[in-house]
């Protein structure tokens, strides 16, 4: 991976997971700055890392090759008009994971047409297991995108996006879907605290059963996941009777439901 100077512009959680991510992959130190008005989280990463901070955005975009907005969305604008007389921004390549704000705006906010790649992250990144999906501006070289694709590895997988609204199915497929997973998980542990089992055994049942699941699944190279399913279902047996439970709740179709509805309000938003 190239070493270009990086500004993060914003300290919190997914800031701190790609510098983690970067820093852990031999990316230089000296070569990251963080920024953010509140000294507590940008102070503590700085130390952490060994990378600069600042509460200068301005100054730190100044010296930077390569810009990371991490603020939240509702922040965006504001953060980033009071950047647009800083410097000149063909030189720079501007990275952006906040949800729900096209490409086209931020060259409304900056003033100019940018060098801008759109990432959509989801939470495992902050253990190093995120997917991230990429968009790219057409002013963007293919140098940009691999020095874009290569920071998101540093903290999972990525995949690109041909046309800006496929980063909508993203959100739907790998954004939100920690959540999905959460909530099943909920489920189940409710269910074994029923049945008796106290809080941290539920949850420790349920964590397990489903870590060794995809840890099978992978296990199995392209194995589809219908056939895994059917490998542990015996005709007339307990996982049978559990499944048709879910059949007769049309959990498939719920999922397909509820994955539309995180697009259709990922374009809503836009
Ligand atoms: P966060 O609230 O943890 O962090 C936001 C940071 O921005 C804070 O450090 C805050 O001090 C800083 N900030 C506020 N005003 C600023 C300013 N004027 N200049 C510089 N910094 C400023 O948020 P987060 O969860 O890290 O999310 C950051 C972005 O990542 C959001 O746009 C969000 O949509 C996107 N995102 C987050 C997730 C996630 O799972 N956390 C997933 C995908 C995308």
């Not at 990525?158 to 959540?179: D, F, H, L, R």
């Not at 998980?185 to 089992?197: R, T, V, W």
Request: aromatic content about 6%.
């Amino acid at each position: 991976m190239q070493h270009r100077e990086i500004a993060f512009i914003g300290a919190g959680n997914m800031a701190h997971a790609i510098i983690a991510g970067l820093v852990s992959h031999g990316y230089p130190a000296s070569k990251i700055t963080v920024c953010s008005p509140t000294p507590v989280r940008r102070d503590k990463i700085a130390e952490q890392y060994g990378i600069n901070s600042t509460n200068d955005n301005v100054a730190a975009v100044k010296q930077a090759d390569v810009i990371v907005l991490a603020v939240k969305p509702q922040m965006m604008k504001e953060v980033c008009e009071a950047l647009q007389q800083a410097t000149d921004f063909s030189e720079k390549l501007v990275l952006t994971i906040a949800a729900g704000i096209p490409a086209h705006r931020y060259n409304t906010y900056f003033g100019q047409e940018l060098r801008l790649i759109r990432i959509m992250p989801n939470t495992p990144s902050l253990v190093g297991k995120g997917v991230s999906g990429l968009f790219a501006q057409d002013t963007v070289s293919e140098q940009d995108k691999q020095f874009a694709q290569e920071l998101m590895q540093s903290v999972g997988s990525t995949i690109w996006c041909v046309k800006e609204q496929e980063i909508n199915n993203v959100i739907a497929i790998t954004g939100s879907s920690p959540a999905y997973f959460f909530l099943f998980m909920e489920a189940m542990q409710q269910k074994a605290e029923q049945l008796g089992y106290d809080e941290k055994q539920a949850r420790e049942l349920v964590l397990n059963a489903i870590d060794g699941s995809v840890a099978l699944a992978k296990s199995q190279g392209d194995i589809a996941f219908s056939t895994l399913r059917e490998q542990v279902t015996s005709k007339g047996g307990t996982t049978a009777m559990a499944l048709e439970q879910f059949y007769n709740g049309n959990l498939p179709q719920t999922v397909a439901q509820a994955m539309q509805s995180a697009i259709d309000r990922a374009e809503e938003m836009e």
